[in-house]
């Protein structure tokens, strides 16, 4: 009787260039007890050869951390995606079953099984998603926050750039110009900030128009896919909300 095995199915391609290079491989790594996604895909670097022992190019993916801290290592991960360094084989595999490995479909593609997140880093810009401050010198001591504040805001500063919510939502589209849920949720973050407020209706304008908060399709994929449990959908109404009072009110502050 051999030992344990864990078969990876892996949908590659060379380069973003070379469609023609797309292609499924499978391969079969030894299982080893509380190894992840990340770890079989160290095992196929290790030796990369085929079931059919075809020697082929170690399969490429990125990570960081292996905490589901970074948001580095999403991909789709047998239909679902999801952070790589969480997805335990004995948990999405427990008979044995195939493991299919897929890159997010949202997002240009790297090679193999990476992507560029490069859209959800210049739709933070977009909503300036920061808290500006009044030149180098020393400013003392921050404003304080009530512990209300602190509770609310907690959950939404948790967001790790992974890419869930985008690839989940089905707004995000070569037809759509939707910013996503991860930058609105921003939005209300720095919103939520004593100083933050400052630049408050900089950032509701900034989601306002075209692609902006009214182009959400409340599917509330994001919420069910985000490995931090952010209440995106409770961000996007809140946003909502408070972009609508700007709409109709905010002539009346300038």
């Known amino acids: 009787m051999g030992s344990k095995t864990v078969r990876l199915k ?22 080893e007890p509380q190894m992840n996604v990340i770890s079989a895909l160290m095992a196929v670097r290790k030796n990369p050869v085929t079931v059919e022992g075809k020697k082929t190019t170690p399969v490429v993916w990125e990570s960081v951390c292996l905490e589901e801290v970074c948001g580095a290592c999403t991909m789709i991960v047998n239909g679902r995606v999801r952070q790589s360094c969480t997805a335990l084989i004995d948990q999405i595999s427990p008979n044995g079953e195939e493991v299919t490995l897929e890159p997010m479909t949202k997002f240009p593609l790297v090679r193999d099984l990476v992507v560029d997140r490069q859209q959800m880093f210049d739709n933070l810009k977009t909503v300036k998603a920061w808290i500006q401050l009044d030149g180098t010198h020393e400013l003392g001591p921050a404003p304080r926050q009530a512990p209300e504040n602190q509770e609310e805001a907690y959950p ?4 790790m750039t992974c890419g869930c919510c985008m690839e989940a939502c089905p707004q995000i589209n070569e037809g759509s110009d939707f910013i996503g849920p991860a930058a609105i949720s921003q939005v209300r973050l720095f919103n939520l900030h004593p100083s933050g407020k400052m630049h408050a209706a900089e950032r509701l304008e900034a989601v306002m128009g075209e692609g902006g908060v009214a182009d959400c399709g409340k599917a509330q994929n994001c919420v069910e896919v985000c490995p931090k449990e952010i209440p995106l959908v409770d961000s996007i109404a809140q946003v909502s909300r408070a972009a609508t009072k700007h709409m109709l009110f905010g002539w009346l502050l300038k």
């Open 10 to 31: 892996v949908l590659r391609q060379d380069h973003p260039s070379k469609p023609e290079t797309k292609r499924w491989e499978e391969f079969d790594v030894p299982w």
């Open 156 to 159: 939404l500063s948790r967001c």
